[in-house]
Structures are given as structure tokens and as C-alpha cells.
């Protein structure tokens, strides 16, 4: 038994036809650079949160802050980005950590226009493939994803 793209349309109503992302690494200054162009914070903001998160990583507990930010400056295009970065990191994209969302996710979302487009739930099998297989190590303790689809 195994979770197939029909799993994930018929769970999840998420589109498997369509553009393919390409989610490449960042490095730490490139996602400062997209957080704030994209999420319209400053540099030194930004700067503290991926120092506490070591790496290209933002805080979940932190984009509720930008959001609500963002919804009091009447910034409807970034408070959309801020939430559904923060939606990403805690159902499709989510890892160990259960604290933190990588920003590469951001690069997705820079023309919501155009994420209406994407194969997310191909984007979304392929990553808890990938964290299944992690899993199946004798070493591993836990399991990141969307586990609910398990």
C-alpha cells in the first residue's frame, strides 16, 4: 500500500497537473535578500531570525507577527505570501523541527498569479517520499511531511 497522486487529489484537492517548481537551496544571504523583498521586512529583522534559525530558515511562531503586521498596513499581497508561507511549513513542507519553514518556499510564491499553477501535489509526494525514505534508516527517530496522509 502506497500514497499515489490520486491520494493527494482526492485528499488534499491539490493540483498535480501543471508547472513544475524547482525548489533549489538557499543561502543565508540570498533568503534574507527574498524575505525582504517579498515579505517587505528590513534587513535586520530578517537577519536576527535566520541567525536564530542557523540557516535559510524562518520561525513559524514568527510569520504570525509579519502577517498581522502586514493585514494592519492593509499589505493584502504580502500578508497572503506570509500565510501561505507559514501554511507550507506546517502541513505540505514541514520537517523535524515542526518550528521552523525553510524560505526557499518563498520563491514560489513571489507571483501568486502563477502558484495557481504549480504541481503542488506532486511537490508535496515527492517530499514525503524523499522524508519516508529518511525514515526507513535505522538511525532516524522521526518522520517530517504531511503525515497526515499516512
Known sequence: M????DD??????LPVVGVFHSFELLDVNHA???L????EV?????????????GSYVRLLWLPDVYQMKIEACDWIVAARTYLLHLLGCTLFANKSATHVHVVFLDALCDLSRSVGYAWG??????MYDNLNDASKSTTWQLAGYVTLL
Open 2 to 5: 502506497t500514497i499515489t497522486l
Open 8 to 13: 493527494i487529489t482526492s485528499l488534499l484537492h
Open 32 to 34: 534574507v535578500d527574498m
Open 36 to 39: 525582504v523583498e517579498l515579505l
Open 42 to 54: 528590513s534587513a535586520v529583522e530578517v537577519g536576527a531570525e535566520t541567525i536564530q534559525c542557523h
Open 122 to 127: 506532486v511537490a508535496a509526494l515527492v517530499h
